[in-house]
């Protein structure tokens, strides 16, 4: 069975992170936009990671440009958006896709072990999804899911 700290993926400064690195973490993982409604998200998800990153969370980013075309910018434009609009500190990834034939394996593995409501796909920007420190996807929350709303899941997570 998979976990985590099986992939790999890009970083926004076009590094190759293996996910391991993640190991023993709880961590959630979004795909992102900076066009979308849901953007305002990152707050929130920058402050479940100052709150917790010291208790082993993190927040893994993965902008996504499949939905509305809301993420159309380069590696450093997407950084630089987070930056100065969000103070984004937690790890950010290169655009990805989470559908269809290119979708990332890390998506592809994130979909296979939670479905959705519209089965396995993703339906837009800012889904997440809740891995533990084992590596096993613990919740998928839909992108109208307000980070400060999976606080709870993430305490019970990092006590588990």
Not at 18 to 35: F, K, P, Q
Not at 65 to 90: H, L, R, W
């Amino acid at each position: 069975m998979a976990v985590l700290g099986d992939f790999t993926a890009t970083t926004l400064t076009g590094e190759e992170q293996a996910l391991s690195a993640y190991a023993g973490d709880v961590v959630l993982v979004v795909n992102t936009a900076s066009e979308c409604g849901f953007t305002p998200q990152y707050a929130g998800l920058e402050e479940l990671w100052r709150t917790y990153r010291d208790r082993g969370f993190t927040v893994l980013g993965f902008p996504c440009n499949q939905f509305g075309a809301q993420e159309p910018g380069t590696a450093d434009q997407i950084s630089a958006f987070c930056s100065a609009k969000y103070d984004v500190t937690f790890p950010m990834f290169d655009k990805v896709d989470v559908n269809g034939d290119d979708a990332h394996p890390l998506w592809e593995w994130l979909k296979s072990e939670k479905g959705g409501v519209l089965g396995s796909r993703i339906k837009w920007n800012f889904t997440k999804f809740l891995i533990g420190r084992d590596g096993a996807v613990i919740e998928r929350y839909a992108p109208n899911v307000e980070p400060a709303d999976i606080a709870t899941d993430i305490e019970k997570a990092l006590t588990d």
